[in-house]
């Protein structure tokens, strides 16, 4: 059946904003994105756009679900395309790229938080998938068996497993009794506290990058991101 021609402008008007909005985010960030200025960018009246969104908040919301999809959706084709030892590398350097490329989407979904906005519950379901996919990644390097249990004493050398430090065995045990955070079967303690670790170490150096934080420190980013890559694939 053919969409009717109301709902397809609507649609239009909508992806068409959301464009508008985009661009303001690049030019002056979260702040700079106004309901009523993308209106006159667009040639309507602030009244008018309202009757597609509601409020600069779902407009927000809007952008952010389609960021964390976009990101859920290039991560995941990155781990498919790769053979199971290959997969946390892949998933790493899709994760920069993605950053890299489209910096502004990158941090609003990761930089400062927009003052007086609150996600909705469908953003931490967007983000728990995200999480599910960067658990399995770290179930396939550093010695984190699929279970995710903590290591304890010589059965971790005997299985091939890289012993637990006692700071990391803490973590681990911390993180069993926390909350879910990822989407689908929980994951132990261990591997929570690898994929935990992962993700702010990885996001660490791609947020200080797409910062511009090492301007003029005379170094390659991508080279230090790959050292952490090779660190993280030892377990370290």
């Known amino acids: ?32 994105i106004s309901v009523n200025a993308i209106a006159k960018a667009m040639g ?3 009244p008018a756009l309202y009757r597609y969104f509601a409020s600069r908040d779902e407009l927000l919301t809007e952008l952010i679900i389609d960021a964390y999809r976009d990101l859920a959706e290039t991560l ?48 931490t379901e967007i983000s728990a998938g995200l999480m599910r996919t960067i658990v399995d990644a770290c179930a396939t390097v550093g010695g984190a068996g699929a279970g995710g249990g ?31 955070w990822t989407a689908g079967e929980e994951p132990g303690g261990e591997l929570k506290g690898r994929a935990l670790r992962t993700w702010t170490r990885l996001h660490g150096v791609i947020s200080l ?15 230090l991101f790959e050292a952490e890559i090779d660190a993280l694939v030892r377990g370290g």
């Open 76 to 123: 995941a084709r990155a781990v498919a395309d790769a053979v199971p030892a290959d997969r946390f590398r892949a998933l790493a350097l899709a994760l920069r790229d993605w950053a890299k490329q489209q910096p502004d989407r990158y941090l609003l979904i990761y930089g400062t938080p927009v003052p007086g906005y609150h996600a909705p519950p469908e953003t």
């Open 1 to 32: 059946m053919a969409t009717p021609r109301r709902e397809r402008y609507r649609k239009q008007t909508r992806e068409e904003a959301k464009a508008v909005a985009l661009a303001q985010l690049s030019e002056s960030g979260t702040a700079g």
């Open 209 to 223: 990058d797409v910062q511009g934080q090492f301007t003029g420190m005379g170094f390659d980013p991508s080279v």
């Open 150 to 180: 903590v290591a304890e004493g010589s059965g971790a050398a005997m299985s091939g497993r890289q012993p637990l430090t006692e700071l990391e065995a803490e973590l681990a045990r911390h993180l069993e009794g926390a909350g879910p």
């Open 44 to 46: 309507m009246t602030g």
